[in-house]
């Protein structure tokens, strides 16, 4: 019965395997293959040290930390405010109402939000008109390097919240109703019994979300900004992965150094979802399989 | 339980019920403004004018879209892979979750053949290793593309297995007492129980299926062949001058880009591309919060 499973997995997932021989290769892409390939220089590790001599690899190491990074703890917060208020409804219709349109951006594609937000935030779009009308300015959202990121960001917590914030719901409605009920016996009021019973009852998940979340740190969002960025922002907007598919895609097409830092990323992502797993087990005992 | 309300709880409600209203319209405005934008004139568009209502009302880009054949092409063979895919992923994953959720004194080296799944989740070859790898099976400008290699996706393998971990063993024992194999046991016993889950992952799995947009353009050459997510990215690529001085496009998807027209245009083809989504979305919003929150927390 495992048979179907394995077969595809050994061929598609392991068959590319050699991608991790193509790092220390100097890769002709002619020959198609990894054999019969020439070792890359310095005892194989060449595609490493020019890549890591480039300026530009760093820059995008930077921005996927700080893109990747404020995407992870907002990513957080936004769904956790969400969740806490949402709960607070006692209207049923209006609760469906709002999660439906909180939680519907996560299942469309980056290519059709992307492609909403180029048109609402262009130089000449309506959001760019709205502020004009208000602060007298354009916005050049897709040139400058900062609007851009945050526009990045924001797009992102905005895609994703629905997700954590379903997550953070189902945790809030576990949380035992006698607890809340003693509280308000000892006079709390439900500001003090959210702060004092509510958010310690469920740190463990949002802990949990938060650990599991870091083993996508060196990801920064590649759909997105391959339909969002522009040539102009690639200073604040080129993160690991598309540097790296523009790598193995134009130029002189060096896919054996674009091979090189997948692995680098993937060695470490090893080590981050290593650590971010144990803690997780350790800790609350989560255990994935 | 029932709350006596404060005057400050009544406060507190009318400002929240304010809050998450004002943000839930600020969620529904960018997809008003492109059902705006499909309807109006170009020339209002391109300055900025249509915020809600359409200006210069025209069903134009709509009736140009009824005879646009490249558009109804990718839509078919966005629909094709999603119920192919779906239908096969599911089939996969369900083989390969049954055995994986015996015990290991059930089921020798349980353990060993998780790990071969699970490795592929941290290490792989990388993007252009894979695009050699499909070059050499033949893969490339090939409709299986689309289907195969996610087929046993490792994610949705774990939560299937731990669905099936939830179904007491008993049950299994009873049956194959009465001389039930296992194949009779998985599809007279085990999936009936399941089904709740196994919509869930079918609902994951075409939803994903329909978003794909970059297996298209990575691997076909003719465009003839995109999903209709890879056609709507061309066609970003190709209202954007400044996005193309990092393509290397073929002379076909070149000729296949001229023929893409204005904005409400555009805005047209989207708001297709989103409405399949949104129709059946919030029906079946309970199976996705019910994977979400049973299933496991997938990043």
Redesign the interface.
């Known amino acids: 019965m495992l048979l179907p499973g394995i077969i595809l997995t050994l061929i598609f997932k392991y068959g590319s395997m050699f991608g991790i021989v193509m790092a220390f290769q100097d890769f002709n892409i002619y020959k198609g293959t990894f054999l019969g390939q020439e070792w890359a220089s310095d005892h194989g590790f060449g595609n490493f040290i020019y890549v890591f001599k480039m300026e530009k690899f760093w820059q995008a190491v930077f921005n996927t930390l700080l893109i990747s990074g404020i995407k992870i703890i907002l990513g957080i917060i936004v769904p956790l405010l969400l969740a806490i208020l949402i709960n607070e409804v006692s209207k049923r219709w209006f609760s469906r109402f709002v999660q439906t349109t909180f939680f519907l951006p996560f299942f469309l594609s980056w290519v059709i939000l992307g492609s909403i937000l180029l048109e609402m935030f262009s130089y000449g779009g309506i959001v760019n008109t709205i502020i004009e009308s208000i602060f007298g300015t354009r916005i050049m959202f897709f040139l400058d390097n900062n609007w851009f990121r945050t526009l990045i960001i924001l797009s992102d917590v905005w895609k994703g919240m629905g997700y954590n914030m379903v997550i953070f719901l189902a945790a809030i409605m576990g949380v035992d109703e006698t607890l809340f009920e003693a509280t308000e016996i000892d006079g709390g009021n439900r500001f003090q019994q959210i702060v004092h019973v509510m958010l310690p009852s469920i740190a463990p998940v949002v802990i949990l979300v938060m650990t599991l979340s870091i083993g996508g740190l060196l990801n920064g969002g590649f759909d997105q900004l391959l339909v969002m960025y522009n040539p102009m922002v690639y200073e604040g907007g080129d993160i690991i992965d598309t540097f790296v598919y523009r790598l193995g895609m134009f130029g002189d097409r060096q896919v054996d150094v674009a091979s090189a830092v997948n692995l680098a990323k993937s060695v470490v992502t090893i080590i981050l979802m290593g650590g971010t797993y144990y803690f997780a087990y350790k800790k609350f005992d989560y255990r994935i399989f | 339980?029932k709350i006596k309300k404060s005057k400050?709880?009544i406060v507190?409600?009318v400002v929240?019920?304010s809050?998450?209203?004002f943000?839930?319209i600020l969620?529904?405005i960018?997809?008003l403004?492109?059902l705006a934008?499909s309807f109006s004139a170009d020339e209002f568009t391109?300055?900025?004018?249509?915020?809600l209502i359409p200006q210069g009302f025209t069903m134009q880009a709509y009736e140009y879209l009824a005879q646009k054949k490249e558009f109804f092409t990718a839509l078919g063979i966005s629909v094709m892979r999603t119920v192919l895919g779906t239908a096969i992923s599911l089939?996969?994953?369900v083989?390969?979750a049954?055995?994986?959720s015996k015990t290991d004194g059930r089921f020798k080296g349980r353990t060993g053949?998780?790990w071969?799944?699970?490795i592929?989740m941290?290490?792989?070859?990388?993007?252009?290793?894979?695009y050699?790898?499909y070059?050499?099976?033949g893969l490339l400008n090939n409709f299986l593309v689309y289907i195969?290699?996610g087929?046993?996706d490792v994610w949705f393998?774990?939560m299937m297995?731990?669905f099936f971990r939830g179904i007491p063993k008993e049950i299994e024992e009873a049956a194959l007492m009465d001389g039930a194999g296992?194949?009779t046991v998985?599809f007279k016993i085990y999936i009936p129980l399941a089904l709740p889950s196994i919509a869930t992952i079918v609902l994951f799995t075409a939803?994903g299926q329909w978003?794909?947009?970059?297996d298209g353009i990575m691997f076909m050459n003719d465009p003839s062949k995109y999903p209709l997510?890879?056609y709507?990215?061309t066609?970003?690529v190709s209202s954007?001058p400044?996005?193309q001085?990092?393509?290397?496009l073929t002379p076909e998807q070149l000729e296949a880009l001229k023929n893409i027209g204005g904005?409400n245009l555009?805005?047209a083809q989207?708001f297709l591309?989103?409405l399949p989504?949104?129709l059946v979305?919030?029906f079946l919003?309970r199976f996705?919060?019910k994977g979400?929150?049973v299933g496991?927390?997938k990043?």
């Open positions: 339980m400050g709880r507190f409600e929240n019920y809050i998450l209203a943000l839930a969620c529904i960018p997809f403004h492109l934008v391109s300055k900025g004018e249509v915020f089939i996969v994953i083989m390969t049954y055995p994986l053949f998780t071969f799944f699970l592929t941290f290490l792989g070859g990388g993007l252009f290793a894979t050699f790898l070059k050499q099976l195969l290699p087929a046993c393998v774990l297995m731990n296992q194949f998985l939803i978003n794909s947009w970059f997510q890879s709507l990215y066609m970003i954007d400044t996005k001085s990092g393509f290397t904005k555009q805005a989207i591309g989103i989504i949104a979305f919030p919003q996705f919060v979400i929150t496991s927390v990043g």
